[in-house]
């Protein structure tokens, strides 16, 4: 059977949408705008799906701003530069957007800390740390105003319109002109920026409400004592909103520009805005949570909510009236939508519950130390991501039923389903038991928990907290043993709880803990059935065969240790590892054939185990001796991650060997045979450490058989990139033998045609099919013939016309073989036939504008290696040589020729008639 070769490929790969940054989105709710890095992204809020990626200047992005339509993208960066991008819907109809760069301009000499955009999508203001504000005219990029009055950093900006009773007022409160104020109105009312007006608020705490028409300062408003974060209008209320760290909340009277509630909201706000056409305002602060209040009497009428931690913080919220919800924006770059449906019949004396969140959306997962599948169908993803909480995202392929009247979105593939809290500090491990309803999770707050999910009711819940170990945790397994078919714990899974947990800690000690005794409702603590001192360092993994008798633990003391679940004893130690082991996985039950290495043979049936090193290898070891069969080396460093590959269920693969896969502290993950001992492929799509690796339990396999969109490997890394490896073995083989068919069959018709004398098609296949020896060969047969017609420069007129009417790649093509084909003696004759039909029929300007892909003109003006420049004058080259070897040889002639003479003339006409028949030159 022929050797099969290991392939994978990267298919779906989730990755960061947002990573801190000012987040900007479209008045439909269907473009947000975010920044990841030194890029902005373009993001489908409903389905997911990444529109457009603006590559940065070099320089962070201080803040964007999107048009109410999405017609354009504004972006400001540390580098002084702002660039406006047009928005257009690509030509491909891919449902992607074209961003095409309008114009790059300098807008301020220092950062812009602040940008916004007016609701006809037409002006642009932007606040610089100068304390400068500007007003930029979008399509023609130019600017309209500039307005000084600000001491410090320009922190908040706000467009709005003054309708015309509030215009009467702030005139007749500021005209102290002769004229009548009606022939002031008309005045204004004939400018087309009648009524416009711009709120600026800065770091010192003063709020400038600037005219547009007049460009003057109609007020400034100073009752903040600290920077103002944000400003609104409402148009209905005829008032101004603004929020600021101080931890007040002031609304403004726009007729008079007073103040009118100022709102004590006791934490530092950095945004606000109005609700129910101006009855109410929402906040969002340091402290994490969206407040609602009403607007006439600054009381809050959502109930008291429980304040986040650091990194919970709002740092935005945006709005627009055309969606139900409220878009926040938090410390974590994680984005949530409020729905704001309980506010459309509200009145003004009743208290209502805390806006209910529609969605939560992950901008990144940070870094991603653990992962698991979970969920009865496995459709779900488990993450632990360097924080306090598990993520659950679906993996569900995207729905297609959305359409554009869904404004929430959602349910398509990555999307968060839920957030499990409760751990206070971060977790280090989990795991999941064979049916996916219950999750184990360990943290550094010396503390585990077993979780009870249930994706169907949406129902994720905390079962029970194990608390009694002395440091963190580093390990947890739960059994991974299938009940049988028949029994309630199989047909009822969300009622059995898993008979135990095991866990590992910091404190070098290892417990059993039995939930047969904990009360899920009551939530106690239970007690460990057993503890031991189970090695000198921590404990780093743990994990349990699949007939749930045995588990193995993994230490930084470079052991592994195989103790009995029943009782807690020793039965075996693994020693040879040089470094302390990340990881320990026993081989699956499914798992068929043998392992052989330098430490002698074993059967999986009778039990492997499979270890991940700091000392950069992966070892196979026999459960019977508890001897090292294997050691693959290949990682550059340290190996964080292990597991077993399920066996192929495609025929094409059967002769591949048992398969397992290792992740890198070098951010590579390699695919080991364990039959030849080699490394079988290597998957590189991280740019950080990977310490995550999971691959899909049996029951995914079962009910997805050889569906593509399955992945047989996923990886989680520090660069908080997710990958979903596909197993395209089958795939490859298949595509290697196709083209080896393919290949044998043209190669076959080339030497037909050059046996039936079809020059024409025979040279056009040769230059298709890359074959420069074949070509060679048959040119050779023509020029050096014997059946030539002398009218034809290469010998045959089928030849030289079929050289005469290439294509620029065939040209290109062909042009470079002749030099390779010049650059010998013996066939600098074919090429210099072909080289005089090529100039002789192609005119010197299709000659100079063939380059190959890659080549071009460099800043010198000179032709760039592979254009060309390089390759005529590699023809030229050794075209002058082979034109002195010719004119040295006609030289020759002549004394030959002149020794003749003179021989004839000393030894007469007979000995020289002699001479020449005896060197076969008739005279």
Known sequence: MATVKTTFEAGTVIQPIHTGGSVALSQDGKILATCVGEDALLTDLRTGKELARIQGDGETITTSSLTPSASHLIICSRSLS???FQLRPSAVD???????????LKPHSSPVIVSTVDHTGTLLATGGADGVVKVWDIRGGYTTHTFHGHSGVISALHFFELDASALQSEISQKSKKKRKQDDVLQEEAASSTFGFRLASGGEDGHIRIW??????????????????????YSSHENTLVSSSRDKTVIVWDARTWTTKTVIPVLEAVESTGFLSEGGLIYTGGENGVVRVWNSSGGTEITKEQEHGGETDRILQIIRHDSLPYLLSIYEDNSLVLHSTNPLLNHTSSKTIPPLPVLRRISGTHDEIIDLAYVGSDSNLLALATNSEDIRIISIAPSSSSSSDNDLVGGNYFGADVALLSGHDDIIICIDTDWSGHWLATGAKDNTARLWRLDPESDSYSCFAIFTGHAESLGAIALPHSTPSADSPAFLKPLDHPPAFLITGSQDKTVKRWDTSSVSGPKRKAARAAYTRKAHDKDINAIDTNDKGTLFASASQDRTVKIWSVEDGQITGTLRGHRRGVWSVKFSPKDLTGTVSGAGGAASVNKGLILTGCGDKTV????????SCLLTFEGHTNSVLKVVWLPPPSTE?????????ASAGGDGLVKVWD???????????????????LAVPPRRRIRSQGDDASSAALISGAADAVLTFWQDTTSATALEASTAATKTIEQDQRLANLSLAGNY???IVLALQLDRPARLLGLLKNVVEGEERDDDAISGKPDVDEALKTLSDEQLWKLLRWCREWNGNARTAGVAQRVLSILVRTYPAERFVKLRRKGGGVGKDGKGKPGDIGDVLRGLKAYGERHARRVEAMIEESYLLEFTLREMDEVFGSVAGEEIVRVNGHPR
């Open 652 to 660: 094409d693969a059967r002769g591949r060997g048992i398969l397992v």
């Open 94 to 104: 891919d449902g992607t957007i074209d961003t095409i760069l309008e114009r790059t």
């Open 211 to 232: 005219n547009l028409h007049k460009r003057t300062s109609v007020a400034m408003l100073d009752s903040h004592v600290s920077v103002v974060r944000s400003l609104n």
């Open 619 to 626: 070892r196979i070891w026999s459960l019977l001796d508890y």
């Open 82 to 84: 702002m660039r406006i």
């Open 760 to 762: 024409r098609e025979a």
């Open 674 to 692: 364990a039959t030849s001992g080699e490394v079988a492929a290597t998957l590189d799509n991280h740019t950080d450490r990977v310490w995550a």
